[in-house]
């Protein structure tokens, strides 16, 4: 069963545009959304979180909002730059003391062309 | 700033062999994650320890175990290896105080190929 959900497994975009990754939540449990980069051959770094309690956290370029009744979060990236060409995991956290265990979507493949 | 540490990087074994992999957490973080990642897949959690105990324990096989050492790092021990356990395994650490915004910090991985 799959928690978090990304839909679209790539993405083509324009150097300067504003990129638009979604990513789908079943657990209304869940306390954190989080976005990490990943490039290959590398571990995934984190880029921006955002609290359960709260619709919008912006750092930089990179903003996230996020729509509780609709389970549904996005990251905007605006401007696109091709350094930001990479795989974007949406993950979810459900903080319960001792634990803190993040839940991958499958991720969605960025491409930003020149 | 050190980073989460994992070695080996790179490991190639025969099915049926036994591998371990070893995770060096971020200085000060008392909690170790495991992942593994398959081709084309997101990352699956397998198990964490907080503190030298397990905390949470995901989708791992049997066939592995894992352990925290008093100095922190941790080692996932594979066993009777499967063609099927070929995958980037990722190790990563985190501080769990009361206020926590879930973020972890990744290794680079170690990419296990089971021939």
């Known amino acids: 069963d799959q928690q978090v959900k990304q839909n679209s497994p790539s993405l083509s975009v324009q150097e300067g545009r504003i990129s638009i990754l979604n990513c789908d939540y079943t657990n209304s449990m869940f306390d954190y959304f989080l976005w990490y980069k990943k490039y290959p051959a590398e571990g995934p770094t984190f880029l921006i979180s955002i609290s359960s309690i709260k619709d919008k956290n912006e750092d930089g370029r990179f903003t996230v909002f996020l729509n509780k009744s609709a389970k549904h979060l996005s990251l905007h990236i605006v401007p696109s730059q091709p350094g930001d060409s990479a795989v974007y995991f949406c993950a979810a956290n459900r903080y319960g003391g001792a634990t803190n265990k993040l839940i991958f979507g499958t991720g969605t493949l960025l491409a930003v062309q020149p | 700033a050190a980073g989460v540490i994992q070695s080996p990087r790179h490991l190639i074994k025969e099915k049926r062999e036994t591998a371990t992999l070893k995770c060096y957490p971020i200085?000060?973080?008392?909690?170790v994650y495991w992942y593994q990642q398959g081709p084309g897949q997101d990352p699956q959690f397998l198990i964490s320890f907080y503190e030298k105990m397990q905390s949470d324990k995901g989708s791992i096989p049997d066939r592995f175990s894992a352990q925290q050492f008093s100095d922190y790092h941790s080692e996932l021990n594979m066993s009777s290896l499967e063609l099927g356990d070929s995958a980037l395994y990722f190790c990563?650490?985190?501080?769990?105080?009361?206020?926590?915004?879930?973020?972890?910090?990744f290794g680079e991985g170690s990419r296990l190929t089971v021939l």
């Open positions: 990563a650490s985190s501080l769990v105080p009361s206020a926590n915004t879930g973020e972890l910090f």
């Open positions: 200085p000060r973080h008392d909690t």
